[in-house]
């Protein structure tokens, strides 16, 4: 799933929440939001192959 989720962010340019789990030291429910980071001169209107190419983390 975490792969997935990494994938997803990177192509789609936008946050990606995984699904609800139990933490270990609680009785909560976590999620991880992950984002992915662009080389600067992506332009906001990048393609999602663009996305791809430029992402650096």
Do not use: H, M, Q
């Amino acid at each position: 799933e975490d792969r997935e989720n990494i994938l997803r962010a990177r192509a789609s340019g936008r946050g990606v929440l995984t699904a609800p789990f139990s933490l270990l030291k609680s009785k909560r429910l976590g999620v991880i939001l992950t984002f992915a980071v662009y080389n600067k001169e992506l332009p906001l209107d990048a393609k999602p192959e663009e996305r791809i190419e430029s992402t650096i983390g």
